[in-house]
């Protein structure tokens, strides 16, 4: 680029001295001129770019006009025509200590929310029938305090199918083609997390207060592990309702990414937490049962079943918290993660059930 009177050098440009000015061309018009390819790259300030790696991909685009008023001589602003490159989520939103490892596509942002939600549908539906068959048939010999911790386990997970489902509307719908709005964080959002998190201590506690209902009646020692799963509990609790709050705080996406290093300890603690509180509680579980075996086939069979029932459940939603925490750190510049997360309060209504 050939430098002109009172026009900012291409250096000054890289360093991103200057920005769009308000009588540059639309996002939309630049979007639609991603396929365009030109060989310089200019970063461009401004918070409207958060999500523009949704619609272009980081795809170069065609000769844009940048006002620059900072260099306007007789006329009201300067206007260099300059190929650019619009900057994708990379470059334009993230900690640089944690720089993303997959380059952000709209079908690994969107398309993960889309199949995290529908796999979340399947499951609320399963979850809902077998509650229908609870009460139908087998809630006359609990305890109202079981009935009322599964009615808990239902509505909340209920209500997460409400937010997840405002979260695709808004994304899809509401705010479809306007990069600006999707850079915010819409309520249901750290709803979801909320949901996820607080199902999970629910349900644990749940487990907890039968391991030591069962372990008090044998006189089982082992029933004094729940002491460490409800803290483990307690400490998920706590990282997921701070990671929700941090979210609802930044308001948007942009200073969201910002804040990588702590989301990375908050979601690595929880995660770990949730995982290692559902081993002990099924390990316990385990243990108790076994003891507890006798000279009758029948009676072992029952035991085995139980056992084969505990350890199912302790792999399915360990492996959600898990895997959850793996795909947000190592598959960052997508949202994979939201599959087991959206998934895991529907493990916890099913396996209660």
Not at 7 to 17: A, I, N, Y
Not at 207 to 212: G, H, K, L, T
Not at 280 to 309: D, E, H, Q, V, W
């Amino acid at each position: 680029m050939k430098q002109r009177s009172g026009v900012p050098t291409e250096e000054k440009l890289s360093m991103g001295e200057y920005s769009i000015g308000e009588k540059t061309s639309s996002l939309m018009e630049l979007a639609r001129s991603a396929k365009k390819l030109h060989t310089r790259t200019v970063p461009i300030s401004s918070p409207l770019l958060v999500h523009i790696h949704a619609m272009c991909s980081g795809q170069r685009v065609g000769q844009i006009n940048l006002i620059i008023p900072e260099v306007a001589h007789n006329d009201a602003n300067a206007v260099i025509p300059l190929p650019v490159n619009l900057p994708s989520y990379t470059e334009t939103c993230q900690d640089p200590n944690y720089p993303v490892k997959i380059k952000p596509t709209y079908a690994g942002i969107y398309g993960s929310i889309l199949c995290a939600n529908l796999i979340a549908l399947c499951l609320y539906g399963m979850g809902a029938l077998m509650v229908l068959q609870y009460f139908g048939r087998h809630a006359t010999h609990d305890t109202a305090l079981i009935k009322m911790i599964i009615m808990v386990l239902v509505g909340v997970s209920t209500l997460q199918t409400i937010f997840s489902s405002h979260q695709i509307y808004d994304a899809f719908i509401t705010k479809h083609g306007d990069l600006a709005l999707l850079d915010q964080i819409v309520f249901s959002v750290p709803g979801i997390w909320l949901c996820s998190y607080f199902s999970a201590f629910v349900a644990q506690s749940f487990f907890c207060s039968r391991i030591w209902h069962v372990g008090s009646r044998m006189k089982n020692r082992a029933r004094f592990f729940i002491i460490p799963a409800l803290l483990l509990s307690l400490l998920q609790l706590g990282t997921g309702t701070a990671q929700a709050s941090i979210m609802y705080i930044d308001k948007t996406y942009s200073k969201l990414s910002m804040n990588t290093t702590l989301l990375i300890q908050t979601t690595a603690i929880q995660g770990v937490a949730t995982a290692l509180s559902d081993i002990i509680i099924s390990a316990t579980l385990c243990y108790i049962f076994n003891a507890n075996r006798s000279p009758m086939g029948r009676t072992n069979s029952m035991i085995n079943k139980l056992i084969t029932y505990t350890i199912n459940r302790a792999l399915a939603t360990s492996f959600c918290a898990v895997s959850s925490v793996i795909l947000f750190y190592f598959c960052s510049g997508t949202y994979y993660f939201m599959i087991p997360l959206f998934a895991t309060t529907h493990f916890y209504l099913i396996s209660a059930i």
